[in-house]
């Protein structure tokens, strides 16, 4: 998962956990890696969540961005339960 942020247009990323990433204004952060999403900033209408598939989110737009985040938290709980069942 990335961010944007679009007063800067810098485009940041946290690679693993607690690996917190700012862009260049300092305007927005994000941390968690692969394991959580935690973003903030000074302005959310000013930062666009970029999730793995390339779908694309407004920080301002919660209802979106929350549903998107479930979807991904799902597949990433599927995805370690069949790495679960492979290794067994």
């Known amino acids: 998962m990335k961010i944007k942020c679009l007063s800067c247009n810098d485009i940041i990323e946290?690679?693993?956990?607690h690996d917190l990433s700012s862009?260049?204004?300092?305007?927005?952060?994000?941390?968690?890696?692969?394991?959580?999403?935690?973003f903030g900033g000074n302005d959310?209408?000013?930062?666009l969540i970029i999730f793995d598939d390339g779908t694309e989110v407004?920080?301002?737009?919660?209802?979106?961005?929350?549903?998107?985040?479930?979807?991904?938290?799902?597949?990433?709980?599927?995805?370690?339960v069949n790495d679960k069942k492979i290794y067994k």
Do not use: P, V
Request: proline share 0%.
């Open 23 to 38: 862009c260049k204004c300092n305007n927005c952060y994000i941390d968690g890696g692969q394991d959580y999403l935690h």
């Open 58 to 80: 407004l920080a301002s737009d919660e209802e979106g961005y929350k549903k998107k985040y479930e979807e991904w938290e799902d597949n990433m709980i599927k995805k370690f």
């Open 44 to 47: 959310f209408t000013q930062i």
């Open 14 to 17: 946290s690679k693993y956990r």
